[in-house]
């Protein structure tokens, strides 16, 4: 017999624990990983200290706002998607939202609700490949 999962857990998912603080890092970590970034990485293109950067991919901090911004430049990931996370909102595909703003590949598979991060992973592997072959 299985236990639920706590808000306590990583999610496989990248943001889907109960506690938004805690949804919120994992959201992080899982575009970093998508970027293939290490977190020092990171940390040199957000001016975030590694220490900072790893409380909040641990769901430990509440980012203010100007991190989160920092990050979500650093990710190639909307700001307000990443205001969202960490506000605790879940963010959908709007409509509306993109008109006149062209939605890349890359950002539609990293913002895809229903792709597992193996599975965003793995087709951001063959999109790129298939752009590489072409430059």
Avoid: C, W
């Amino acid at each position: 017999m299985t236990n639920p999962p706590n808000d306590t857990e990583t999610s496989v998912e990248g943001g889907d624990r109960i506690d938004p603080v805690a949804a919120f890092g994992d959201y992080v970590r899982s575009q970093r990983k998508l970027a293939e970034l290490s977190l020092r990485q990171l940390s040199d293109l957000t001016s975030l200290s590694n220490p900072y950067l790893s409380k909040l991919e641990r769901g430990l901090h509440q980012p203010s706002v100007n991190a989160v911004t920092n990050i979500a430049k650093a990710l190639g990931v909307p700001a307000e998607t990443l205001l969202a996370k960490a506000a605790g909102l879940v963010p959908g595909f709007d409509k509306d939202k993109n008109k006149g703003e062209r939605v890349t590949t890359e950002q539609a598979i990293k913002q895809d609700p229903a792709l597992s991060d193996d599975q965003k992973l793995a087709l951001l592997s063959v999109y790129r490949s298939f752009v590489d072959e072409d430059n």
